[in-house]
């Protein structure tokens, strides 16, 4: 600000507003800073932790965003020439230049994918704040249309997801403009303009004789030599951004109908990516960009250049309720590896054969989750799966239910849906589903509490099939069918409620919050809540008169699942050497295991019955040896019934290794263990995700 | 909030601890909090905590200078008196020695001693020497949170549940039979896998 000689208000950069003027409060500042105690502070009632983290010290640039900001606001901007049109007045420069702003708003892309606002990634482009007044440059105008569309088009998805993980972030616009009029033909201009270049692309290839007939086409840019290398670079650019377009609209269609389509889109979208990769190398030759060979890879486009038309400070007043703080672009090669790594895990959901069987939703989605697929992804998993309150947006909850609790097809029609608590198991699965497709931190927590609510529910059902049925007959006449069916959906809701339990347990080695002392524990609960499990899909199968074959593959399926934890604790205590009864430890157990224990997963586990069973556990090594040989043995012959199951065949593979492994450690340690006390046992998480491969070092 | 990463070794090293006496200490712990974190805090943040929990605030001096500071607080949240720890910062060439583990418990001593049922706190996934801080002194990692802080990386939420007279083994107990023993292995048909139990007692036992 000017000062000239402060006897009236120096002008402003900043205009005052409606109703206001600008003022210089000087004086009155510091008397109230000699008024004031050290120590004294001024404040609201309601002046709490938040408003104090929220508050910033004006002019400190870590906090003050305005201060770092070159423009008060976009016209300023645009009037001192940061968005200009056409980007270069020498075409070859301006085609290279669009090519760099396509190139660094996929970085912004990737980056606000990755979780973080719309405001400082896509719409730090100027070009993007003013879309109108590109369209004298059909290229750019075009291409920032089409991004503008998709990104609109992909805050819908999520924004429907609506699980509010702690990626809330992504979807607040915050009054940027994501829509705009006639957006829904933003394609067929992007066509329209990939069609023209084309055209340039071939008249440029074509030998001598035929370029007479082509003549009349002008090129894209001036330069006869680079003409082919610059079309090339840029069709790919257009026909990925409108293939991807394609995807996230197909893949909104309802009930998954648009899925075929979507796969050949999503392949065109990854043949696509690698030519853009490849144009790299034209692209740096041409361009004097100052970079050596290591810089190139962290910037954020091709060439290597600055992108012109960027500010993302612009923003920072829409960046509400704190101010920004400054965060880094991804670099234009990880931006790519973020869309090929999207496109093949949507590409998996797409190929999902949508199956009818609840216990194949669950196995796809655990599976799927091994990808640490990202928000996008998973947004989208989830709204494949949970459409109008039904499965897939066609099956209905109920008929789900039955056909997973082993009961008759006519079952799904019975009346006994209309128990209100029925209705209310149906959203409980529904809400479960949404959990079981969020991140894995996240995941954890709500799959923890709502094992609360799955214990409530099948209290409610018991009491409500009670009221209803008088006492459960201990062996079922078929003759009552009400009764049949209430004890079936009783049973599969326990059996739910475990595989929740389990699913919770599990999470917790991903997200690495047990330490090796707790392992004991954790295995142990994991161990007991098996047993339940497969005693409840047990007990499901064995109580109806479906083919023995489909019973012997299933029960076997989760008896190997409770063989193989069941080799597991004993091996802990053995080669931890000691077996943890101290009082403090109970602390740890009813932390860990506080919310399973709530909900009575299993009945009556407690820290007593615990330390009881380890302690019957001081068995001798060789019987422990055979655990693990058992478990090699159960897991060769389980190969043979799952032969066409690939995702169950690795896990058997996975197991054997740890049983192998675990089986030489046991061995090592019997033998050398007191003759050698420098030997140290590690657990390592080498072969399998959550059961541990002990290592035997010489410290 | 953030935590400073330290390590820990064995040495007693001529160090004062000191409770927060007032005014003159606030600059130290600003100056030592702004040197090592690249987030910056409010004056008004620091001294939310200082005037409202003088007492959860020590800093430790090595030859009059100021080279460690723990910052907390405590209060009700969700039914559980609660204490926090907010910041927590040793002097690079100081660490190693032991103070950030005197500073944060002389800290939960007091928290303890005011009725504090737990105590919690944040820390980066990839602060190592934190968590075995925090680890040793008993805290478990009860959640991991996605994305926590501003750079993109994961934190865990340490917590210390102190003991309690309901947790003794008087409550909560069953029998339980035939867990699945050793000697035989078992055969896993279903007449072994079921547990006999008795009836759950004590409902009102349960913790919130």
Same mark, same amino acid.
């Given at each position: 600000?000017?000062?000239?000689?402060?006897?009236?208000a120096?002008?402003?950069?900043?205009?005052?507003?409606?109703?206001?003027?600008?003022?210089?409060?000087?004086?009155?500042?510091?008397?109230?800073?000699?008024?004031?105690?050290?120590?004294?502070?001024?404040?609201?009632?309601?002046?709490? #932790?938040?408003?104090?983290?929220?508050?910033l010290?004006?002019?400190?640039?870590?906090?003050?965003?305005?201060?770092?900001?070159?423009?008060?606001?976009?016209?300023?901007?645009?009037?001192?020439?940061?968005?200009?049109?056409?980007?270069?007045?020498?075409?070859?420069?301006?085609?290279?230049?669009?090519?760099?702003?396509?190139?660094?708003?996929?970085?912004?892309?990737?980056?606000?994918?990755?979780?973080?606002?719309?405001?400082?990634?896509?719409?730090?482009?100027?070009?993007?704040?003013?879309?109108?007044?590109?369209?004298?440059?059909?290229?750019?105008?075009?291409?920032?249309?089409?991004?503008?569309?998709?990104?609109?088009?992909?805050?819908?998805?999520?924004?429907?997801?609506?699980?509010?993980?702690?990626?809330?972030?992504?979807?607040?616009?915050?009054?940027?403009?994501?829509?705009?009029?006639?957006?829904?033909?933003?394609?067929?201009?992007?066509?329209?303009?990939?069609?023209?270049?084309?055209?340039?692309?071939?008249?440029?290839?074509?030998?001598?004789?035929?370029?007479?007939?082509?003549?009349?086409?002008?090129?894209?840019?001036?330069?006869?030599d680079?003409?082919?290398?610059?079309?090339?670079?840029?069709?790919?650019?257009?026909?990925?951004?409108?293939?991807?377009?394609?995807?996230?609209?197909?893949?909104?269609?309802?009930?998954?109908r648009?899925?075929?389509?979507?796969?050949?889109?999503?392949?065109?979208?990854?043949?696509?990516?690698?030519?853009?990769?490849?144009?790299?190398?034209?692209?740096?030759s041409?361009?004097?960009?100052?970079?050596?060979?290591?810089?190139?890879?962290?910037?954020?486009?091709?060439?290597?250049?600055?992108?012109?038309?960027?500010?993302?400070?612009?923003?920072?007043?829409?960046?509400?309720?704190?101010?920004?703080?400054?965060?880094?672009?991804?670099?234009?090669?990880?931006?790519?590896?973020?869309?090929?790594?999207? #496109?093949?895990?949507?590409?998996?959901?797409?190929?999902?054969?949508?199956?009818?069987?609840?216990?194949?939703?669950?196995?796809?989605?655990?599976?799927?989750?091994?990808?640490?697929?990202?928000?996008?992804?998973?947004?989208?998993?989830?709204?494949?799966?949970?459409?109008?309150?039904?499965?897939?947006?066609r099956?209905?909850?109920?008929?789900?239910?039955?056909?997973? /609790?082993?009961?008759?097809?006519?079952?799904?029609?019975?009346?006994?849906?209309?128990?209100?608590?029925?209705?209310? #198991?149906?959203?409980?699965?529904?809400?479960?589903?949404?959990?079981?497709?969020?991140?894995?931190?996240?995941?954890?927590?709500?799959?923890?509490?709502?094992?609360?609510?799955?214990?409530?529910m099948?209290?409610?059902?018991?009491?409500?099939?009670?009221?209803?049925?008088?006492?459960?007959?201990?062996?079922?006449?078929?003759?009552?069918?009400?009764?049949?069916?209430?004890?079936?959906?009783?049973?599969?809701?326990?059996?739910?409620?475990?595989?929740?339990?389990?699913?919770? #347990?599990?999470?917790?080695?991903?997200?690495?919050?047990?330490?090796?002392?707790?392992?004991?524990?954790?295995?142990?609960?994991?161990?007991?809540?098996s047993?339940?499990?497969?005693?409840?899909?047990?007990?499901?199968?064995?109580?109806n008169?479906?083919?023995?074959?489909?019973?012997?593959?299933?029960?076997?399926?989760?008896?190997?699942d409770?063989?193989?934890?069941?080799?597991?604790?004993?091996?802990?205590l053995?080669?931890?050497?000691?077996?943890?009864?101290?009082?403090?430890?109970?602390?740890?157990?009813?932390?860990?295991?506080?919310?399973?224990?709530?909900?009575?997963?299993?009945?009556?586990?407690?820290?007593?019955?615990?330390?009881?069973?380890t302690?019957?556990?001081?068995?001798?090594?060789?019987?422990?040896?055979?655990?693990f040989?058992?478990?090699?043995?159960?897991?060769?012959?389980?190969?043979?019934?799952?032969?066409?199951?690939?995702?169950?065949?690795?896990?058997?593979r996975?197991?054997e290794?740890?049983?192998?492994?675990?089986?030489? /450690?046991?061995?090592?340690?019997?033998?050398?263990?007191?003759?050698?006390?420098?030997?140290?046992?590690?657990?390592?998480?080498?072969?399998?995700?959550?059961?541990?491969?002990?290592?035997?070092?010489?410290? | 909030?953030?935590?400073?990463?330290?390590?820990? *070794?064995? &040495?007693?090293?001529?160090?004062?601890?000191?409770?927060?006496?007032?005014?003159?200490?606030?600059?130290?712990?600003?100056?030592?909090?702004?040197?090592?974190?690249?987030?910056?805090?409010?004056?008004?943040?620091?001294?939310?905590?200082?005037?409202?929990?003088?007492?959860?605030?020590?800093?430790?001096?090595?030859? *009059?200078?100021?080279?460690?500071?723990?910052?907390?607080?405590?209060?009700?949240?969700?039914?559980?008196?609660?204490?926090?720890?907010?910041?927590?910062v040793?002097?690079?060439?100081?660490? *190693?020695?032991?103070?950030?583990?005197?500073?944060?418990?002389r800290?939960?001593?007091?928290?303890?001693?005011?009725?504090?049922?737990?105590?919690?706190?944040?820390?980066?996934?990839?602060?190592?020497?934190?968590?075995?801080?925090?680890?040793?002194?008993?805290?478990?990692?009860?959640?991991?949170?996605?994305?926590?802080?501003?750079?993109?990386?994961?934190?865990?939420?340490?917590?210390?549940?102190?003991?309690?007279?309901?947790?003794?083994?008087?409550?909560?107990?069953?029998?339980? &039979?035939?867990?699945?023993?050793?000697?035989?292995?078992?055969?896993?048909?279903? *007449?072994?896998?079921?547990?006999?139990?008795?009836d759950?007692?004590?409902?009102?036992?349960?913790?919130?």
């Open positions: 600000m000017q000062n000239d000689g402060g006897s009236k120096p002008q402003s950069l900043i205009p005052s507003g409606d109703q206001t003027v600008w003022t210089d409060v000087s004086s009155l500042l510091h008397s109230a800073c000699t008024d004031l105690w050290d120590g004294e502070l001024i404040h609201g009632e309601n002046f709490n #932790l938040f408003s104090a983290m929220s508050a010290e004006i002019m400190d640039p870590k906090m003050d965003s305005g201060i770092v900001c070159k423009y008060y606001s976009v016209d300023e901007a645009i009037e001192n020439g940061a968005a200009p049109i056409p980007v270069s007045s020498d075409k070859t420069d301006d085609v290279q230049c669009v090519i760099d702003i396509m190139d660094h708003l996929l970085a912004c892309e990737a980056t606000w994918h990755k979780g973080h606002s719309l405001a400082q990634t896509v719409f730090s482009c100027i070009y993007l704040l003013r879309l109108e007044r590109t369209s004298s440059h059909a290229l750019l105008y075009s291409y920032c249309r089409v991004t503008r569309a998709t990104c609109n088009a992909v805050v819908s998805a999520v924004s429907e997801a609506r699980t509010h993980e702690e990626e809330d972030i992504f979807t607040m616009a915050y009054g940027l403009p994501l829509k705009g009029d006639g957006d829904e033909k933003c394609v067929s201009m992007l066509h329209a303009v990939d069609e023209t270049i084309s055209r340039q692309l071939r008249a440029c290839k074509a030998p001598l004789s035929k370029k007479r007939v082509l003549e009349d086409i002008e090129p894209l840019q001036i330069n006869p680079l003409e082919e290398g610059y079309c090339t670079a840029v069709v790919c650019r257009l026909r990925f951004r409108k293939h991807f377009h394609h995807v996230i609209t197909c893949m909104r269609r309802p009930q998954g648009g899925f075929e389509l979507a796969r050949k889109h999503i392949a065109s979208c990854l043949s696509e990516l690698e030519c853009i990769l490849k144009s790299a190398v034209f692209i740096r041409n361009c004097a960009c100052g970079s050596c060979e290591g810089e190139i890879d962290n910037k954020t486009t091709a060439s290597g250049r600055q992108p012109i038309g960027f500010d993302p400070t612009l923003n920072s007043r829409l960046c509400a309720p704190t101010p920004p703080r400054a965060i880094k672009i991804l670099s234009w090669k990880k931006a790519i590896e973020y869309f090929q790594k999207l #496109l093949h895990d949507l590409d998996i959901i797409c190929s999902f054969p949508l199956d009818p069987l609840f216990e194949g939703v669950l196995n796809f989605v655990t599976e799927f989750q091994k990808l640490q697929p990202d928000l996008v992804a998973r947004a989208h998993l989830q709204l494949l799966l949970v459409q109008d309150g039904k499965l897939y947006g099956e209905p909850v109920f008929a789900v239910i039955c056909k997973s /609790a082993a009961l008759p097809e006519v079952a799904k029609n019975h009346d006994i849906q209309k128990n209100e608590f029925i209705s209310q #198991l149906g959203q409980l699965v529904l809400t479960s589903l949404k959990i079981l497709c969020t991140n894995a931190a996240w995941q954890r927590r709500k799959l923890g509490k709502i094992i609360q609510d799955w214990r409530i099948y209290l409610q059902l018991e009491l409500a099939f009670r009221k209803d049925f008088g006492e459960l007959p201990s062996t079922s006449n078929d003759e009552n069918v009400s009764v049949k069916i209430s004890k079936h959906i009783l049973v599969w809701v326990e059996e739910q409620t475990y595989w929740i339990a389990l699913r919770f #347990l599990l999470l917790g080695f991903e997200l690495e919050l047990y330490s090796p002392n707790d392992y004991c524990m954790v295995y142990w609960y994991i161990y007991v809540v047993i339940k499990l497969a005693e409840k899909t047990h007990l499901k199968l064995t109580s008169n479906d083919n023995a074959k489909r019973k012997g593959k299933k029960k076997k399926d989760h008896l190997k409770a063989a193989k934890v069941y080799q597991f604790p004993p091996v802990v053995l080669l931890q050497c000691q077996i943890y009864l101290a009082e403090g430890l109970t602390m740890r157990f009813f932390q860990h295991f506080e919310l399973l224990q709530k909900a009575c997963i299993p009945d009556q586990m407690s820290y007593l019955s615990f330390s009881e069973s302690n019957h556990a001081r068995f001798s090594t060789l019987h422990m040896y055979n655990y040989k058992d478990a090699q043995k159960i897991a060769k012959e389980l190969k043979s019934s799952f032969s066409g199951n690939p995702d169950r065949l690795a896990e058997l996975r197991i290794q740890v049983a192998e492994h675990n089986a030489i /450690a046991l061995n090592l340690v019997c033998r050398l263990g007191t003759l050698d006390p420098s030997l140290k046992v590690y657990f390592e998480y080498s072969h399998h995700s959550h059961f541990a491969t002990a290592v035997v070092k010489r410290s | 909030m953030d935590e400073e990463r330290v390590k820990e *070794g064995e &040495e007693e090293c001529e160090i004062e601890y000191v409770s927060y006496g007032g005014e003159h200490h606030l600059p130290l712990i600003m100056n030592l909090v702004d040197q090592e974190l690249s987030e910056p805090y409010s004056i008004f943040t620091y001294r939310y905590f200082v005037y409202l929990w003088p007492n959860l605030s020590f800093l430790a001096f090595h030859k *009059g200078k100021c080279i460690g500071t723990v910052v907390c607080k405590m209060g009700e949240h969700r039914n559980t008196f609660r204490g926090y720890i907010a910041m927590l040793v002097l690079k060439p100081y660490r *190693g020695k032991g103070i950030a583990t005197e500073l944060v418990t800290s939960i001593k007091v928290m303890m001693e005011s009725g504090c049922e737990e105590v919690t706190l944040e820390a980066e996934v990839t602060n190592k020497g934190a968590l075995a801080l925090y680890g040793r002194l008993g805290f478990i990692r009860a959640k991991r949170l996605f994305r926590y802080y501003l750079n993109g990386v994961d934190a865990f939420r340490l917590k210390l549940l102190f003991p309690r007279p309901e947790l003794s083994s008087g409550h909560l107990i069953v029998e339980n &039979e035939d867990m699945p023993h050793e000697e035989s292995q078992p055969e896993l048909s279903s *007449g072994h896998l079921i547990v006999e139990n008795e759950m007692p004590h409902e009102e036992s349960q913790r919130h």
